[in-house]
């Protein structure tokens, strides 16, 4: 028995050997190891042996058993690194092959907007500022007159870095301490635009993203009204949207302007949407810059870049900016 058992077993490590595709090797995994495979049956007449003739039959039968599992599990091994090189040649993307349909890529959809806002603005008699994304609470929040007391300071879901310093130190959650920073370094006249990546403790959702883009505005001149600002917003818009585009400011509160408003556009179906918020710099936020409020006026005002891309593109998810899917790339 043991002899014919020899034999089935070289038999099954030979076809395993040559086993092509993962149904076969469960075929032969059946046919050689299975309920009523040669080996089992063979298992179960060792009850009828002499204790003696058991022991060693029963020592031969694991052995046969153990040669075929790992036969087995050879053919397996095999055939699942056969799958993946298969698969990996089939995705295998040549990028120095050169085909009709090949395209360049292009400037993602957030540079494109900040782009277009620095040249609109740009053409306006605006500068471009800059500031870090990592800042002390006096920049993002003091000298703007949110002192540590102020409500509106839980409302920017700030996220804070520890440094073990003695200070605060923060991501800023929104472009206005870029205000502060360039007014402390350079005197009226100021007009600035300030893109930037700006950082709230949010959860990513269809209207959301924890790290976003915004892009903040500052003048500073004499005699400088609220009429300038209303005009500047509107210019903004018609050049940026398109003519028949219009702007409408409904108040609102900052505490780093006053008075404070939100500016929304129009859309061609008589409603208005929301872009973002603006207003006449309170004195107390010129003062901390060293600049005399009775001598000097300004305005400023702040809105959302990833936003504003949505909504020319009209994008159902916000997400769709950093999933980074080529396909969807591809198409702007
Ligand atoms: N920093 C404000 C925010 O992130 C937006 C803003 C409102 C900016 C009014 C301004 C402004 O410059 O005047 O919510």
Known sequence: MIETLHSTAAEAQARLAEVADLDALAQ??????????????????????????????????????????????????????????ERLEAERLDLTEFRGTARRGSLHLVTQARDRLEDVFV??????????EVESAWYNFEALNIPEWHPARGSFDTIFVNLGAPEEVMLRSHTSPVQIRTMEKQQPPIYIVAPGRTFRTDTADATHLPAFNQIEGLVVDRGITMGDLAGTIDEFVRTFFGGDVKSRLRPSYFPFTEPSAEFDISRADGTWLELGGCGMVHPNVLRNCGIDPDEWQGFAFGFG????????????????????????????
Request: glycine fraction near 8%; avoid cysteine.
């Open 28 to 85: 032969l995994d059946v046919e050689f190891l299975g309920k009523k495979s040669a080996l089992t049956l063979a298992k179960r007449q060792l009850g009828s042996l002499a204790p003696e003739q058991r022991r060693t039959a029963g020592q031969a039968l694991n052995q046969i058993r153990a040669e075929v599992e790992g036969a087995v599990g050879a053919a397996r091994e095999r055939l699942a690194r056969a799958a993946l090189s």
């Open 305 to 332: 870049i990833d936003r504003l891309a949505v909504m020319r593109h009209e994008l159902d998810d916000i997400r769709e900016l950093v999933n980074n899917d080529v396909r969807f790339l591809r198409q702007f």
């Open 123 to 132: 053409g306006m008699g605006f500068s471009v500022a800059e500031g870090p």
